[in-house]
């Protein structure tokens, strides 16, 4: 039996037998006797997907007991499963409490293939090669900066002029005084969040989304309201439906990612844009557009896709749009350095609205980021293409092979295959895969409401092996759900 966590330093809510028998819905999957395992796999699933995040006391046993309509022995033998797999913990006369989910602890070389934990939770790639010369030069920029007395709140001035250049090159003519260097793409949202939008105030997302936008709405005290991505329409994002939406509900933001969007890899083309943006500027609607992935174009294998690009969604609302971006994708993710790019008015509001948040961005990271935006030519971004197309289609065939009843569209760019499965077991699904040494984000965390069951994400930003023996593991804890292959 594994350790029991601590008891949390402040339990942060309970959760009612009634409301939790509600949550977990239909929970049985099995015959009489595998009731015990059955509602285990279902709790850790609620635990996975963040519907039980740390610190929420469980009711007691005969209340959960008497909600579920078993007897408490069983509900003993699932809570025991928990405690055994870390994902809960008690203490004699305090009750049960939720706790953070653990991982594979411990041995794993017993698992399948034999290489312990693969982490396809996250969709963050390693550092793409040849970072280090832009590294020394920064480094070497950076005794010169420690005699200067200035500091500008906004960013230095030559990576403004950088990002600035890229724009315009895209077709968004842009001054550096309308870029503000941010601690990345999602502190850029944050902050045009604080800025536009209060408590009660609605937010329109996308749905499936980026569950990061979704919990800085919800910290906000703000009303998420969704419009759906179709993976497999064309296009993707109904541009009538999210016009009645927005003139139906008013929304005072909306955060939108229409470069290879997280997590269907979608784009859309410059005839859409060019409709939404219309919509954005009749409605008079702010709207954050998140450009993560906007380099990762994966559809031409000659890597020369500056000219095929759409222009930038603030190209056809420029007084409503407020662009953010970052290395995090292209480059690395260990590189906390972002932007934004607004209408100078708006960028004078955001930095205002800052100082109660934060006082500026790090210099070396922003010196460093500068040297590697200095050559257009250099080879990063087409290394990281390719690397990802190569893993890309790696993912697939073995999804293919090992999957075959698995439906997704092969995204054009992007970091993560979005799946649709034959059965509502998403959730049941990542809890299953932990046991075979993968991390999953269940489909249902990246919608507003719980309607993602039937999906899962996978990213393909590992080795194409690693990825191989994921899908093989993936399918082994699938059959150990259903009984089939």
């Known amino acids: 039996m594994s350790a029991t966590p601590p008891f949390p330093s402040r339990v942060t809510g309970r959760v009612s037998a009634a409301r939790l028998a509600d949550t977990l819905g239909s929970w049985r999957t099995g015959g009489p006797r595998s009731g015990g395992k059955d509602l285990a796999d279902a709790l850790a699933a609620l635990v996975h997907d963040g519907r039980l995040p740390p610190g929420i006391r469980l009711p007691p046993e005969r209340e959960l007991a008497a909600a579920l309509g078993v007897s408490r022995t069983m509900i003993g033998a699932a809570l025991d499963r928990l405690r055994d797999r870390g994902l809960i913990a008690s203490r004699q006369g305090a009750g049960s409490w939720t706790a953070a989910p653990p991982g594979v ?71 550096p005084s309308e870029i ?17 939008a209060g408590p009660g105030d609605r937010v329109l997302v996308e749905q499936p989304g980026y569950p990061h936008a979704f919990a800085a709405i919800a910290a906000a005290r703000a009303q998420p ?142 010196l460093w980021l500068s040297e590697l935006l200095a050559d257009p030519a250099a080879p990063h971004v087409p290394t990281r293409r390719r690397e990802l197309r190569e893993r890309r289609d790696a993912l697939a065939a073995a999804l293919r092979a090992e999957c075959p009843d698995w439906t997704f569209r092969l995204p054009d760019g992007g970091v993560s295959l979005w799946c649709r499965l034959p059965s509502p077991i998403g959730s049941r699904l990542v809890a299953a895969a932990e046991q075979h040494g993968v991390l999953l984000a269940p489909g249902a965390h990246f919608g507003v409401q719980d309607q993602l069951e039937r999906w899962l994400r996978l990213p393909f930003t590992q080795p194409p092996d690693r990825l191989r023996d994921a899908v093989e593991r993936i399918a082994a804890a699938r059959e150990s759900l259903t009984g089939t292959s």
Not at 138 to 155: C, V
Not at 180 to 196: K, R, S
Not at 247 to 263: E, I, S
């Open 180 to 196: 503000m260097i941010t601690n990345g793409a999602h502190h850029g949202f944050v902050l045009a969040l604080h800025l536009l």
């Open 225 to 366: 309201v969704p419009v759906p991505v179709d993976p497999f329409a064309a296009p993707a994002w109904d541009i009538d439906g999210i016009e009645a939406t927005v003139r139906q509900t008013a929304p005072r933001l909306a955060y939108l990612m229409v470069d290879f969007h997280n997590p269907t890899g979608r784009r859309l083309d410059a005839a859409g844009r060019e409709r939404l943006g219309a919509v954005l500027s009749a409605t008079r609607t702010y709207t954050v557009v998140d450009e993560s992935a906007v380099d990762l174009d994966l559809s031409h294998p000659t890597d020369r896709t500056d000219g095929d690009a759409p222009p930038p969604l603030a190209a056809f609302a420029p007084r409503w749009t407020i662009t953010v971006g970052s290395p995090a994708k292209s480059h690395w993710g260990g590189l906390r350095i972002g932007w934004i790019r607004a209408p100078r008015e708006l960028i004078d509001r955001l930095g205002e609205r800052r100082v109660s948040l934060d006082l500026g961005s790090p210099l070396f990271e922003q």
């Open 105 to 175: 602890r411990g041995d794993t070389t017993g698992l399948p293939g034999g290489s312990g934990l693969i982490n396809l939770a996250r969709a963050s790639p390693a550092a793409v090669p040849g970072l280090l010369p832009a590294f020394e030069a920064a480094r070497r920029s950076m005794r010169d900066a420690l005699h200067d007395e200035t500091y500008d709140d906004l960013g230095i001035p030559s990576l403004r002029d950088r990002l600035a250049a890229r724009y315009t090159a895209r077709g968004l003519p842009t001054a």
